[in-house]
């Protein structure tokens, strides 16, 4: 497990499996996705070691319903007492603690997922907050809600134009430098995916942080043609 300042304000929290992000400023903490169940213990262990306390975790921000990022979500909600926000199609799947749609697994890739399932497994979760596309909230000056469904039919992402940052989820995700667009069995609709990637390269964000993959600082440029 990593964790540390990437730019002021803006912490990644990785472990082998997921990145999550945490937003530091004195007014709260605001985390952007939880990661699996064994999360838990290091974001609080994290933000201990910040000064500050569980309780200073007002918001929490998910881009998508994925085990792997939502995994924590019910114990950290119950440690800190942050609300939950998430997109309609998303918080439905959450509260009811199932995928928000069926990957698209062939004969090995579902045996894959049945022999890992218990590794991606949720427990769900009230959400507090629904959040609509070109919706913003005041963290980091004002972070808007970016629409990037195609990974899940629901998933969101997140642009603070103050930090020039995309919080980008699954919706893409990185190798060797370059921005990869959500692909394979895991995505719901690969055209969506690529229509969205399309509007987050025309933001032209300075960093993306990904679930999946590095953090891309001096974007511009290293999202795919
Ligand atoms: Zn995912």
Redo the contacts with the bound molecule.
Sequence with gaps: MQAMEITPNIHIISGRVVNCFLIVEPEGLTLIDTGIASYEKKITGYIASLGRSIHDLKHILL??S?G??VGSLAALKAASGAKVYTSAIEAQAIEAGIPSREPRFNAFGKFLARTTSGFFKFDPCKVDHILTPGQDLPILERLWVVPSPG??PG?ISFYSAAAKTLFA??SLHSSRDELLC?NGP?TWDEAEALASMRLQAGIRPRMVCV??GKVVKKAVGKFPE
């Design positions: 881009t998508h994925d792997d990022h990974h899940t998933h989820g699954d959500s895991v679930g999946h």
